[in-house]
């Protein structure tokens, strides 16, 4: 029995990814979980905007929807919603936009409309795209952080509600989209990232105790390991109290 | 000049039949309580808009009041799934409901080109989304200056919106304020509109950040105190989560939510 749970230490990976940026435009669940525990941990200064209009939100405990009071009463600004898409995201101002998502492919396309072959009588219903296509479609970066099973990580997703790398190689810049899309999946297991050429995602890292097989078994397709992979560093016991005490307020 | 009326006056007079009807509030000033009346009156056939179909919505739908939804997310915010519009979408009950679906940029700039008077607006989003194929309302359009490829999304001009705000005087000026959504846009495209408000005041005295309708372009305004309630409405009372929390059981079976609906919304007036 570990000190931390699996999600504690995606929830720490994901904060501690955040490091240098300047913004980040917040998508609802685990991503503002991990960039309200980055503003206490490891990146204090950082910008943390959500797609209500809310900028520079300072929240003293975990919003529970993009549109909580808590985030305008704490904000620098307080933006229309027209304003924040156009004027905000559009323009490529924001560092990091940090995603989560229903079903991932290989190649970080992420799916949150519909489970099932056929749009119009899907299996599955799902909240569909919200501001998700235009963060990863304009943010310098995008971060994805999600729980890894073999329902999730599919190869090929059912519905693109936002492109990650689309069919890999250069077929993002081919679409016309000007963030360089997503740089970094973290899950529960390990952190992946695209190759440079393919565009394929590769573990690069290992949470400390999950084996090589573990993150195999909960892939859907046939996922590659980097030559160097290295094992993330536990969360230190200041990363959980703050995480816990976020969690619990 | 806005009519300062009930808000059954108001629903019953301004929202018909096979209307396209927005109620916008994003995540702020949902108009839940115009949303009540709209079901006691048994409204049919809508098209219903909003960026967030959330709970007023999924309840909207369940009552068998919409025939359409145009929307960019649908789900409980904070809590998960919206049961009714699934089932409407999934199984078709009580009604089969047509979708027409876009993200929140595509379907903000919809409103501002339906405010602005066009017949669209551009933005620089949905290329390579499986979004752009299930509507006629996205199309590719390159830039006459510089040939660069952008989407163009179709101006929304609903017949009525439905707001709810702070406050509005006697003679039907509206003013809102904190997290303002889309709701001047919504409210600036459509032909009506009606603003539910927290309180009616003899003066509307400035407020930081405040957005400010003038009574000649709202056809009704109704006092509705909490008529937002469970959202919320800044500087009156805070977002109740726990109801938000409280509808996810409600809204799984068609049976409790068949009871919650007879007891809490047509057991009730407005």
């Known amino acids: 029995m570990s000190e931390w749970t699996t999600d504690e230490m995606m929830t720490v990976a994901a904060s501690r990814a955040l490091v240098g940026a300047t913004s980040c435009f917040v998508g609802i669940g685990l991503p503002s979980q991990a960039a309200n525990l980055a503003r206490r941990t490891s990146a204090p200064d950082l910008v943390l905007i959500y797609e209500s209009g809310a900028i520079g939100a300072k929240p003293g405990r975990l919003p529970l929807s993009i549109g909580d009071g808590i985030l305008a009463e704490t904000a620098d600004a307080v933006v229309s919603v027209p304003e924040i898409f156009n004027y905000w995201l559009q323009p490529g101002r924001i560092d990091i936009g940090f995603l989560s998502a229903a079903q991932l492919d290989k190649h970080a396309n992420i799916n949150t409309t519909v489970i099932g072959d056929n749009y119009r009588d899907p299996k599955v219903r799902l909240p569909g795209a919200g501001g998700a296509p235009e963060i990863a479609a304009s943010c310098g970066e995008v971060i994805i952080i999600v729980r890894q099973n073999k329902r999730t990580f599919v190869e090929k997703v059912d519905f693109v509600t936002s492109v990650g790398h689309g069919d890999g190689g250069d077929s993002r810049k081919k679409l016309g989209l000007r963030g360089a899309g997503p740089s970094r999946v973290i899950t529960d297991l390990a952190v992946m990232e695209p190759d440079p050429v393919t565009r394929e995602l590769t573990v690069t890292q290992l949470h400390a105790g999950v084996t090589a097989e573990k993150v195999r078994k909960a892939t859907g397709w046939h996922i590659a390991f980097a030559n160097d992979l290295k094992e993330t560093p536990p969360p230190s016991a200041e990363e959980l109290r703050i995480l816990r005490a976020l969690i619990a307020a | ?208 950040d405040q957005v400010v309708l003038p009574t000649w372009v709202v056809t009704a305004v109704a006092e509705v105190p909490r008529g937002a309630f469970p959202s919320y409405a800044l500087g009156y009372y805070d977002r109740d989560n726990t109801t938000y929390a409280e509808w996810d059981p409600i809204s799984r079976d068609r049976d409790t939510f068949t009871k919650w609906l007879d007891e809490n919304v047509y057991g009730v007036s407005a």
């Open chain 2, 1 to 208: 000049m806005a009519e300062i009326t009930s808000l059954s006056e108001a629903v019953a007079s301004v929202i018909r039949d096979g209307d396209v009807v927005a109620m916008e509030g994003f995540t702020h000033l949902i108009p839940m309580a115009a949303g009540h009346e709209v079901i006691r009156q048994r409204k049919r056939d809508l098209t219903l808009v909003r960026m967030t179909p959330d709970v007023i919505y999924d309840q909207l739908i369940g009552a068998g009041c919409a025939r359409k939804l145009v929307f960019s997310w649908g789900g409980n915010p904070g809590v998960g799934s919206l049961h009714r519009f699934r089932d409407a979408v999934q199984h078709g009950w009580p009604v089969p409901l047509e979708i027409e679906e876009h993200s929140h940029a595509g379907m903000a700039n919809r409103y501002v080109a339906g405010a602005a008077g066009l017949p669209f607006a551009v933005l620089r989003g949905y290329s390579g989304t499986g979004l752009v194929d299930q509507t006629d309302t996205i199309e590719p359009i390159t830039c006459p200056f510089t040939g660069e490829q952008l989407a163009a999304v179709r101006a929304i001009n609903p017949d009525v919106t439905v707001i709810h705000a702070q406050r509005a005087d006697r003679r039907g000026n509206v003013q809102l304020w904190g997290l303002t959504g889309v709701q001047k846009e919504a409210v600036l495209a459509a032909k009506k509109s009606i603003v539910t408000v927290e309180e009616i005041v003899d003066e509307l005295a400035p407020m930081p």
